[in-house]
């Protein structure tokens, strides 16, 4: 009887090992297949790139006819930029970093137009709603208010909160690296102008300028030494910003392209963005990086039925997608949605499928379109957006 318990005990041992070890086998299975899923999801995490935007744009130059629509859409009691910047607002809001180039003084007194400007207060805060997180304010206009105008252009701007670089109100605020945050990366921007319209600098530090007659080598020294000092602050990347060439030019000068070769090869600087010549000129990758040459007018009157090129009309966003790659942070590809000021009402209307959202300007806005993207260029990593739909 004691052989028979023992022998009935051990088959009954036997019988709730096997199902005890069929479900340890399985947990084991379960716990192996979760880590792997874990691990490999951690993998791609870890060689995932870092990705985001940052948007350039071109000349906001506030005209007398422009200023006096903001007027009208305020109802004549206070200037209201928000209708002309309202179209363009995803391209400039929805990026990571929006960087504008302020081509005026903005300032608290009377505005004022061609040839000697100032642009109302009310712009700056156009600006910060419109969702641009700072401007370039480097230009041959920056000096048309004099030292008083840099520092009301300056004092506007930060009173929005909009950073900014390019002329400065002291000689500390010159010597300020500017840094941004962009998504994961600190962007850095410096400014330059090739001109100031024949006006003295009131000091060497108002205005950032590198004179279009002087030799490259001796200008990239300038920016050589302003990019170490911003990549000395933080910044992970620089974005070199331009006020050069020449007007109603859509090829790029001699000294553009020789400048262009010396300040991409510097170490950190990641993009040229240009402006300057009123019209749009080619983007165009130089040593692997890409340059902009100009993103002609983003605002203002000029335009046909003003005695100008028809192309002075016209302008582009340009959209830098940057990745971190194992040489930091680096441009990948450029989109750049091409624009067309608004004859009278002064919108600032992207042209791609005119025909869809502003079937009154169909005609004007793909014209506009295949002028601007005939010299823009297009190839793997350079297109239009959105895509034009004639």
Same mark, same amino acid.
């Given at each position: 009887m004691l052989d028979?318990?023992?022998?009935?005990?051990?088959? /009954?041992? /036997?019988? *709730?090992?096997?199902? $005890? &070890?069929?479900?340890?086998?399985?947990?084991?299975? *379960?716990? *192996?297949?979760?880590?792997?899923?874990?691990?490999?999801?951690?993998? %791609?995490?870890?060689?995932?790139?870092?990705? $985001? +935007?940052?948007? +350039? &744009? !071109?000349?906001l130059l506030i005209h007398t006819s422009v200023w006096e629509d903001a007027r009208a859409f305020g109802n004549g009691k206070t200037f209201d930029f928000d209708p002309m910047f309202r179209p363009i607002r995803r391209y400039i809001a929805g990026v990571d970093l929006a960087i504008c180039h302020v081509e005026t003084p903005i300032t608290t007194g009377p505005p004022s137009g061609y040839p000697i400007f100032s642009a109302p207060a009310a712009l700056a805060g156009?600006?910060?709603?419109? !969702?641009?997180?700072?401007?370039?304010?480097? @230009?041959?206009? @920056?000096?048309?208010?004099? %030292?008083?105008?840099? /520092?009301?252009? &300056?004092? *506007?701007? =930060?009173?929005?909160?909009?950073?900014?670089?390019? &002329?400065?109100?002291?000689?500390?605020?010159?010597?300020?690296?500017?840094?941004?945050?962009?998504?994961?990366?600190?962007?850095?921007?410096?400014?330059?102008?090739?001109?100031? =319209?024949?006006?003295?600098?009131?000091?060497g530090?108002?205005? =950032?300028?590198?004179?279009?007659?002087?030799?490259?080598?001796?200008?990239?020294?300038?920016?050589?030494?302003?990019?170490?000092? +911003?990549?000395?602050?933080?910044?992970?990347?620089?974005?070199?910003?331009l006020q050069w060439g020449d007007e109603n030019s859509p090829a790029p000068n001699h000294s553009q392209w020789a400048l262009a070769r010396r300040i991409v090869a510097i170490n950190g600087v990641a993009a040229i963005a240009g402006q300057g010549p009123h019209v749009v000129q080619p983007i165009k990758r130089i040593g692997g990086k890409f340059v902009i040459f100009s993103s002609g007018n983003l605002l203002s009157n000029q335009s046909r039925a003003a005695g100008l090129p028809t192309a002075t009309q016209d302008g582009m966003i340009a959209l830098l997608r940057f990745a971190k790659t194992s040489r930091g942070f680096v441009v990948k590809r450029v989109d750049y949605v091409p624009t067309l000021v608004e004859p009278n009402r002064h919108r600032i209307l992207p042209t791609g499928r005119g025909r869809l959202n502003y079937p009154g300007m169909a005609r004007a806005l793909t014209r506009s379109w295949r002028r601007t993207v005939h010299v823009v260029g297009r190839g793997p990593y350079l297109k239009p957006v959105p895509r034009h739909r004639p």
């Open positions: 028979q318990h023992v022998t009935t005990s051990r088959r /009954r041992s /036997r019988h *709730l090992i096997v199902p $005890f &070890s069929i479900v340890l086998v399985a947990l084991v299975g *379960l716990i *192996l297949i979760a880590a792997r899923d874990a691990g490999g999801q951690m993998g %791609q995490e870890a060689v995932r790139p870092a990705r $985001f +935007t940052v948007s +350039t &744009s !071109g000349d156009g600006i910060r709603k419109a !969702g641009w997180d700072a401007c370039d304010t480097a @230009s041959n206009h @920056s000096l048309d208010q004099g %030292q008083s105008g840099i /520092r009301e252009t &300056s004092r *506007l701007l =930060n009173a929005q909160k909009v950073r900014h670089t390019g &002329s400065a109100p002291s000689r500390a605020a010159a010597l300020r690296p500017v840094v941004l945050s962009a998504g994961p990366a600190k962007v850095g921007l410096v400014a330059y102008t090739d001109a100031t =319209n024949g006006i003295r600098r009131p000091h530090w108002s205005v =950032n300028l590198l004179p279009a007659a002087e030799p490259a080598r001796k200008k990239v020294r300038i920016v050589r030494r302003d990019v170490k000092r +911003t990549l000395a602050a933080g910044a992970d990347t620089v974005i070199v910003n």
